[in-house]
């Protein structure tokens, strides 16, 4: 079913500074519309694929300080995004991650690593 602007949500939606765009059909539900997100900071389209793959937190206040920090859940593969004053970490060359844990090349104060992904 095509998504008509009008009829839907998404219209004025703006959620941590993400434009949507566009809506597509998940591959898992075809019943389902997911929204394609424009990032207006870095320009990537993304896909909030939440209700087919799991459960999404956004702006997550990552406990630890220094190069030693845990999430309150552990992320899916692949959908960890970590920030660290507003610039977002490479994974591998700025941290690694095993399950919730992260450890930091550099050591950050306490409240400063903001993370987003699925779990």
Known sequence: MPNVPSTNNYDALRDQ????VATGQSNIDASQSLPFL???VTGRVLVDATGSSGTQVVNEVVSGSGT??????TPTTGTLALYANGQRLTPTVDYSLSGANITTVLAWSAGTLLADYLY
Do not use: E, F, K, Q
């Not at 500074?17 to 949507?20: E, F, G, K």
């Not at 030693?68 to 859940?73: E, R």
């Open 17 to 20: 500074n993400r434009i949507p």
């Open 38 to 40: 424009l990032d207006h």
């Open 68 to 73: 030693s920090w845990t999430l309150a859940h």
